[in-house]
Nanobody, 127 residues
């Protein structure tokens, strides 16, 4: 069974940076889509970024392009989300999620496409 464990959330001032980690295990399919999604109080869940395990291609929500970067360490089976120039509106619980996918596929979406989820890590950005 796929297991995902996030870490790295913290309290940071606006303009600061954080790197979130998602440690994975139990992958059995050949290809997966891995995503970071966030849930803030009130608004619905928002897809932030995703990466394909086929070739490491990454995709981002427009709201984070140029500030966030997703990457992977295949040897450690760990996925990262580097977040720079953080803003108070980025405050949320960030979760990594995964699903078995066709090659070269992932989608930044808030829909229930992702099957496996971590427990989430809290990111709080103070103004």
């Amino acid at each position: 069974e796929v297991q995902l464990v996030e870490s790295g959330g913290n309290l940071v001032q606006a303009g600061g940076s954080l790197r979130l980690s998602c440690s994975s295990s139990g992958f059995t399919a050949r290809h997966y889509a891995i995503a970071w999604l966030r849930q803030a109080p009130g608004p619905g869940r928002e897809g932030v970024s995703c990466i394909t395990t086929t070739d490491g291609a990454t995709y981002y929500a427009n709201s984070v392009k140029g500030r966030f970067a997703m990457s992977s360490d295949d040897a450690k089976r760990t996925f990262y989300l580097q977040m720079n120039n953080l803003k108070p509106e980025n405050t949320a619980v960030y979760s990594c999620a995964a699903h078995a996918a066709v090659p070269f596929y992932c989608r930044v979406t808030d829909k229930d496409e992702y099957v496996y989820w971590g427990q989430g890590t809290q990111v709080t950005v103070s103004s």
